[in-house]
């Protein structure tokens, strides 16, 4: 499997016939029909490369009181993989993210983005709140501000909202973001609002957006520490992902170093930088497909930063951070026998050990997927074990098991698959796919997938 993911879990019994009913029409159609029925699309977009991502926004949809919640505010459209609708959603909502939600209007207009799955259908009934609020702000839509844009530069007020609505909503800014720097008079950068603005809209490194705000260091550095810490983390990790984006589409590597550069100064600590920046270059090259140079660095970027440390160590300091969390965590006190206990739950825990098992089966799966050589499979191999002592998934047992069986221990792969697909059934996930790759295993098939051997 391609992509782990960390996940918080309910876990409970759910009538499955109350359900969120995706209903199976166009898109136009879904539109029209909100139109008449005073209701919101809720549209979920599938992801291609991400399955768990899928699996854990369809387990929170079997809850029967987010399927009320639908069923009364919104008409519900799944835009799967093969969705004839799938190019002309992108095309009319070309979204810096696809992964999530899209909530909208009759009119077409994009007013809410939820950008993750979760099994908590607590969090989308949430959500359409939220989007059901912005609704009945009834504030000036898209198209109207669009139109202000286009007619009538001198309106800074308009221009700004746009960029914030677009922004709201995961809508691309940055093109509009150089016109509007273009626009202001010159003084205006001097004002710590405008300067605060530009920032949080996070400029490409490079762009004259970018330029302008880092001019005049001592006007920056007012602005810039105004800020909250993590806001300004926030920012440049999105000025970061986004200018990684730039240089993979135009594959351009020189630009690439100016990002390197610049994102080594958001660094106190140079091995921290030195870490993330070759990072960086591996989601270039990986990004560009350019598996010979990603497996050149990948390699000892992972020997290095991944399978130096014990295992047990890893779990021991999550055990001490999770401790020291519940500690400082409210409890619930609760009668039990003849005495009370106080009942203390961690809502999430972000471990350690689920990170390093993220990393170590991300990197084991592109060289099973790419690469034929044995040392570098071996190599894979090793990371993969690793990867499920860290914190085993259905993913990262996959990936074991499918490296097993490439390498010829074809009696190991088979336990390992089997363990893959009964913890999805145990999580009540799909396991199709894990099937069939065991059904080609248990044949002695030499190619198990569209990888093959």
């Avoid at 009181?65 to 519900?76: A, F, S």
């Avoid at 899209?102 to 007013?111: A, H, N, Q, R, V």
């Avoid at 047990?312 to 609760?334: A, V």
């Avoid at 991300?362 to 099973?368: E, N, P, Q, R, T």
Wanted: net charge positive; hydrophobic share 40%; charged share 25%.
């Amino acid at each position: 499997m391609k992509y782990t993911l960390s996940i918080a879990f309910i876990l409970c019994l759910l009538n499955t016939n109350a359900q969120v009913k995706f209903e199976n029409i166009s898109l136009d159609d879904a539109l029209v029909k909100a139109t008449a029925s005073g209701k919101i699309v809720f549209a979920q977009f599938v992801t291609e490369t991400c399955q768990e991502c899928n699996d854990v926004a369809d387990k929170a949809f079997e809850n029967p009181e987010l399927g009320k919640t639908v069923l009364q505010k919104c008409i519900p459209l799944k835009i799967d993989v093969l969705s004839k609708d799938r190019a002309e959603f992108l095309r009319r909502f070309p979204t810096a993210t696809t992964l999530g939600t899209y909530f909208i209007l009759g009119s077409g207009e994009l007013i809410h983005r939820y950008t993750r799955t979760t099994t908590l259908s607590t969090a989308y009934e949430k959500e359409i709140i939220t989007a059901y609020d912005k609704w009945q702000e009834g504030l000036v839509t898209l198209k109207e501000l669009d139109e202000e844009w286009n007619n009538n530069s001198q309106n800074v007020v308009a221009m700004e909202k746009l960029l914030d609505k677009r922004f709201a909503v995961n809508l691309p800014t940055d093109s509009l973001l150089e016109v509007y720097v273009k626009r202001l008079p010159a003084d205006s950068f001097n004002s710590k609002r405008v300067l605060v603005f530009l920032a949080n809209h996070a400029p490409m490194v490079g762009t004259k957006a970018d330029k302008i705000l880092r001019k005049n260091s001592d006007f920056f550095n007012m602005a810039w520490y105004s800020l909250p810490l993590q806001q300004r983390i926030s920012i440049n990790r999105r000025i970061i992902a986004k200018s990684l984006q730039k240089a993979i589409d135009s594959k351009d590597e020189i630009y690439l170093k100016s990002i390197a550069f610049f994102q080594t100064g958001t660094y106190d600590n140079k091995e921290a930088a030195k870490k993330y920046n070759d990072n960086l270059y591996l989601s270039y090259f990986l990004g560009i497909r350019d598996y010979s140079k990603y497996l050149q660095l990948k390699v000892p970027y992972v020997e290095n930063y991944y399978m130096n440390y014990p295992v047990s160590f890893i779990l021991q300091q999550d055990s001490i951070r999770k401790q020291s969390m519940l500690r400082n965590l409210p409890g619930d006190t609760l009668r039990k026998d003849n005495g009370f206990i106080v009942k203390k739950t961690l809502q999430s825990f972000a471990s350690m050990g689920q990170y390093y098992s993220r990393e170590l089966n991300d990197g084991a799966w592109v060289i099973y997927a790419r690469s034929d050589n044995k040392d570098l499979l071996n190599k894979a191999l090793q990371w993969a074990k690793r990867a499920n002592q860290f914190y085993a998934t259905a993913a990262s047992m996959d990936t074991y098991a499918r490296l097993l069986y490439k390498t010829g221990n074809k009696k190991e792969a088979i336990e390992w698959e089997a363990k893959a697909i009964q913890q999805q059934k145990e999580l009540k996930f799909g396991y199709k796919q894990y099937e069939e790759v065991l059904g080609k295993m248990n044949n002695g098939e030499g190619k198990i997938d569209e990888y093959g051997l």
